[in-house]
């Protein structure tokens, strides 16, 4: 019953900011590990930014400074926000997490979101 469910995405301008939501539903136990990815059509998946249980952070060079990765560990929830964004931002960005569920077994499973399409457009 586990799922991580995006969301946010759009049409935004150069320039222009947008924030992206990341939810684990379903019977959640624990998020460990999250991690956004984003894939344009027919190129190859690219890692931007993950975050740990702990918060530490980390950020791909073409969105260091631009983005940020956050989390509520409470609501099992990621967030990007994306600041200053250009044409080449443009989309489909999914999420990724390890995810404990509560059915008694304790043992984890990397899951994934099915993306939440960004558009970056005068």
């Known amino acids: 019953q586990v799922q991580l469910v995006e969301s946010g995405g759009g049409l935004v301008q150069p320039g222009g900011s947008l924030t992206l939501s990341c939810k684990a539903t379903g019977n959640v136990f624990s998020v460990h590990d999250m991690a956004w990815y984003r894939q344009v059509p027919g190129e190859a998946r690219e890692l931007i930014a993950t975050?740990?249980?702990?918060?530490?952070?980390r950020y791909e060079d073409s969105v260091k400074g631009r983005f940020t990765v956050s989390r509520d560990n409470a609501a099992a929830t990621m967030y990007l926000r994306m600041n200053s964004v250009q044409p080449e931002d443009t989309a489909v960005y999914l999420c990724n997490a390890f995810i404990i569920p509560d059915d008694h077994t304790f043992s984890g499973s990397i899951y994934w979101g099915h993306g939440t399409h960004v558009t970056v457009s005068a």
């Open positions: 975050i740990t249980a702990d918060e530490r952070t």
